[in-house]
């Protein structure tokens, strides 16, 4: 099966809502986390529970914990790509209003997925 690229939504000015997340997580929540994205990176649409769930209207999550403490990152697909948008951290349910947030992300990245493709190298340096 071939690898799923993976790319990171960034906003106009150029942040990336995922990376400013998981800078913010304890590391051993982070390692978790980036397990995941290499899941999603090996099995894309094909990543399933417990690992990985579909929302709805297109938005997905990656599911990881911690003790006792649910970390979810929120992605949708764009053509054969996984565009991840963010990270939360999950009480009892995702929020609505960030399922709408993720849904505004997923447009403005259809709408021009270049001006929304965090470019590592370019943000480096």
Excluded at 8 to 37: H, I, M, T, Y
Excluded at 74 to 98: D, N, R
Aim: glycine residues 4%.
């Amino acid at each position: 099966m071939p690898q799923t690229e993976v790319n990171f939504f960034c906003n106009s000015d150029g942040s990336c809502p995922f990376l400013q997340w998981l800078e913010l997580l304890p590391r051993e929540a982070q390692n978790k986390c980036l397990v995941r994205v290499e899941r999603l990176i090996e099995r894309g649409h094909e990543l399933r529970r417990p690992e990985a769930d579909l929302l709805r209207d297109g938005i997905h999550e990656l599911r990881a914990s911690r003790n006792g403490v649910y970390y979810r990152i929120l992605y949708f697909f764009h053509k054969q790509k996984a565009i991840i948008w963010t990270g939360i951290v999950k009480e009892s349910s995702v929020p609505s209003a960030q399922i709408e947030r993720a849904l505004k992300a997923k447009l403005l990245y259809e709408s021009n997925p270049t001006k929304h493709t965090f470019a590592i190298e370019e943000n480096e340096q």
